[in-house]
C-alpha cells in the first residue's frame, strides 16, 4: 500500500525545513524515502501518527539527517552539468522548426540591410532590443519562480538566460582592446545572436513548461 498524499507532504516539509530547497531534487529524495519506508515499515499510520519527538517517523527522519544533508549537496552538484546539458539540447531542439529557422534567416537579411543603411543606429537598435529582451525573460523566470518555488532545473535556464545581459555588459570592454573599423558591425551581429538566443531560450522554456508542471505538481500544490 502507498503512502497518501498526506504522508509525502510531511516527507517533503522535513526535506524543506532541512534546507533542501530544490524541490525537482527534493522530489527525487521523498520518492526514495516513500519506498523505503512503504517497503520497510507494516503500519504506516502508526509510524506517521504523531506523538511529539517519539513520532516513529521523525525519529526515522532524524537518524538519517546527516546523509540527507550530504546527499542533498551532491545532488546539487551533480544537476549542474546535466541540466546544463538538457537546456543546450532543448534549445537545440527548437531549431529543427522549419518556420523558426526562416524567420531568423529573414531578422538576418533585415538587419543587413540595417546596417547598409546606418551601422551605428542599427547597433542602438539591436543594444535597445536585446535589453528589452534580457528584461522579459527575466521577469518571466522571476514570475514562474515565485509562483512555483525554486526548481533546479528552472534555476538552469535562469543561469542561461543570464547570457545576453553578459553580451552586453562585455561588448563595449571587449572591442575598446580590438578597435576596428568593423568592430560595430561585429558588435551588431552579437546582439542579433544574443536576441536569437532569448527567442530560444524561452520557447524551449515554454514547450518544458508543461512537463515540469506535470512531474512536480503535487509537491507544488499552491
Known amino acids: 500500500m502507498g503512502l497518501s498524499k498526506a504522508q509525502i507532504k510531511r516527507i517533503d516539509g522535513f526535506l524543506d525545513r532541512l534546507g533542501c530547497e530544490y524541490i525537482d531534487i527534493r522530489f527525487e529524495m521523498v520518492d526514495h524515502i516513500a519506498t523505503d519506508i512503504e517497503n520497510n515499515v507494516t503500519d504506516t499510520n502508526v509510524f506517521f501518527e504523531k506523538d511529539g519527538f517519539n513520532t516513529p517517523f521523525l525519529k526515522y527522519m532524524l537518524s538519517k539527517k546527516a546523509y540527507l544533508e550530504d546527499n542533498y549537496e551532491k545532488q546539487v552538484r551533480k544537476r549542474f552539468w546535466s541540466d546544463l546539458e538538457f537546456v543546450f539540447k532543448s534549445i537545440a531542439k527548437e531549431l529543427v522548426n522549419i518556420k523558426l529557422i526562416f524567420i531568423i534567416i529573414g531578422s538576418f537579411i533585415l538587419l543587413q540591410f540595417a546596417m547598409n543603411y546606418s551601422v551605428k543606429y ?101
Open 122 to 222: 542599427t547597433v542602438i537598435f539591436t543594444t535597445w532590443l536585446l535589453t528589452v529582451g534580457y528584461i522579459v525573460l527575466g521577469s518571466y523566470f522571476y514570475y514562474r519562480t515565485k509562483k512555483v518555488g525554486k526548481i533546479k532545473i528552472i534555476q538552469s535556464f535562469i543561469g542561461m538566460g543570464m547570457f545576453p545581459m553578459m553580451i552586453l555588459v562585455q561588448n563595449p570592454n571587449i572591442f575598446t582592446i580590438y578597435k576596428t573599423i568593423y568592430h560595430q558591425n561585429i558588435v551588431a551581429y552579437i546582439h542579433f545572436g544574443g536576441i536569437i538566443f532569448c527567442v530560444l531560450l524561452f520557447l524551449s522554456f515554454i514547450r518544458n513548461n508543461k512537463n515540469f508542471k506535470k512531474k512536480y505538481n503535487y509537491l507544488i500544490l499552491k
